[in-house]
């Protein structure tokens, strides 16, 4: 099993303090002969629902010097997780889990913009210091 980013608990607090309960950590997805693990799977009741709101979390934290590296780390998991989750998951919706400060720093470039438009990344954005979710981008 994968090591978990060093987030992991404050991103786990704020889904929980924006009203998801964990269902998952991580949330282990089987296809093809390959295990994956993502992150977090989470879950929101809805009052007019009986089935409620599944969401799975991939948590980043662009913590080394080269940003772009590290986003194409992230987005070829992404691409994976989502892939596999039309499989096995067709419910749940993936979302990169993305710190405030990288957000703002690199999230808000064309480039960067670009490129979770053309593939439709849904993402959150998450501050670590109030552990809280700032921003939801569906």
Request: no cysteine; hydrophobic share 45%.
């Amino acid at each position: 099993m994968p090591k978990k980013d060093i987030f992991h608990e404050i991103v786990k607090t704020a889904l929980e303090k924006d009203g998801w309960k964990i269902t998952d950590d991580p949330l282990v997805l089987q296809f093809g002969g390959v295990d994956l693990y993502v992150d977090l799977g989470a879950e929101k009741m809805l009052a007019a629902e009986k089935n409620g709101q599944q969401i799975a979390v991939e948590i980043k934290t662009f913590a080394r010097k080269s940003f772009v590296y590290e986003f194409h780390l992230a987005m070829g998991q992404f691409i994976n997780y989502r892939h596999v989750m039309k499989e096995t998951e067709p419910k749940r919706i993936l979302y990169l889990a993305i710190p405030e400060d990288t957000y703002e720093a690199y999230f808000k470039l064309l480039f960067t913009q670009s490129i979770l438009e053309s593939y439709q990344v849904k993402f959150l954005v998450y501050n670590t210091e109030q552990e809280v979710i700032v921003k939801w981008k569906m």
